[in-house]
Nanobody
Framework: QVQLVESGGGLVQAGGSLRLSCAAS????????MGWFRQAPGKEREFVAG???????SYEGSAKGRFTVSRDHAENTVHLQMNNLKPEDTAVYYC?????????????????WGPGTQVTVSS
């Protein structure tokens, strides 16, 4: 059974940093795209960052230059380093893993979700 478990969320002041991690079990995801999405209260879930099986990355506009997505194939994990956090980054952050090997975009290939981790940025 595939499971994704996020960690690293919390409360931080504006301008601070957090590092989210997502540990996958039940399948090796080294050949699959993975990524991060977020959902703020009253809003739809949105893409934040993605990383392909080969390490290519993509970011939503406001995340560019502030967030960095990375993965560790040996540990079957994906991380999201978030710097210079802003109050508008407050949301539940979800890890996603792809369902098709060698997919180049997690946004069109989500097979699994984690339960989410809360990130709150105070002003």
């Amino acid at each position: 059974q595939v499971q994704l478990v996020e960690s690293g969320g919390g409360l931080v002041q504006a301008g601070g940093s957090l590092r989210l991690s997502c540990a996958a079990s039940g399948r090796t995801f080294s050949l699959y795209a993975m990524g991060w999405f977020r959902q703020a209260p009253g809003k739809e879930r949105e893409f934040v960052a993605g990383i392909t099986w080969s390490g290519s990355t993509s970011y939503e506009g406001s995340a560019k230059g502030r967030f960095t997505v990375s993965r560790d194939h040996a540990e079957n994990t994906v991380h999201l380093q978030m710097n210079n956090l802003k109050p508008e980054d407050t949301a539940v952050y979800y890890c996603a893993a792809g369902r098709t090997p060698y997919s180049n975009d997690i946004r069109g290939d989500i097979g699994y979700w984690g339960p989410g981790t809360q990130v709150t940025v105070s002003s």
